[in-house]
């Protein structure tokens, strides 16, 4: 058995971190949500009333609070920058609408792509992003690329909203993710598209298990094969 890089790309609410996380725990491997330490450096930023043309100050910021991930009493992925716990903080809408002009800063992007291949330094890892299979991991073992209508990953995204006590209104989320699709597809620097060796899977309609499994399949053929 060979532990190996699984990358999963795609498109807000596409279903990325749910089946990634119950892909890890079924492994065994670590789950990083690449989409968490975006919002993270956003997070910062707005804090701090930072704006695109202080990407120093967004990096100092980062450096003297590290992000770093835990785990609740219920064994759901806490986030910490340095010992602030922004778990449902870095969920809120003010951080969801800045994510876009964050995330296109190179810089930041520079800084983030380093601490992700660090941790993934030693395989046996399922990351979630936009650009994993392409900037990130571009050698990972296992690239899937997940997509679904905009209806889907806006109820999706609604009720997992409910869920957190978010409260959200499904026509401006479906507004707010065709607008996030588009700029994570349209900004300069790796932008949100599939890798030319990856798999692309259309969840729209597909249940969760079913997702999990497609991707499972895949998997452990791969780290059979050794
Ligand atoms: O997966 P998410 O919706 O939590 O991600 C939040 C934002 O972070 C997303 O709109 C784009 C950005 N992102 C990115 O640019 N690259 C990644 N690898 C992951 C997320």
Partial sequence: MKPIRIAI????????STVAKIIAKDLGYTYLDTGAMYRSATYLALKNHL?????????????????????????SQTVFLGDEDVTLAIRQNDVTNNVSWVSALP???EELVKQQRRIARDGAIIMDGRDIGTVVLPDAELK??????VDER????????????????????KKEIAERDYKDSHRKVSP??????AITFDTTGVDIDGVVSFISEKAKKIIDMD
């Fill in 9 to 16: 790309d795609g498109p807000a609410s596409s279903g990325k």
């Fill in 144 to 149: 899937i690329f997940l997509v679904a209508s």
């Fill in 107 to 109: 810089e930041i992007r």
């Fill in 51 to 75: 704006t695109e043309s202080d990407v120093a100050a967004i990096l100092e910021q980062m450096a003297a609070h590290p992000i770093s991930f835990g785990r609740a009493t219920d064994g």
């Fill in 192 to 197: 949100l598209k599939a890798a030319d060796d």
């Fill in 154 to 173: 806006a109820e999706r995204r609604f009720k997992e909203n409910q869920e957190k006590g978010i409260s959200t209104n499904l026509e401006i989320l």
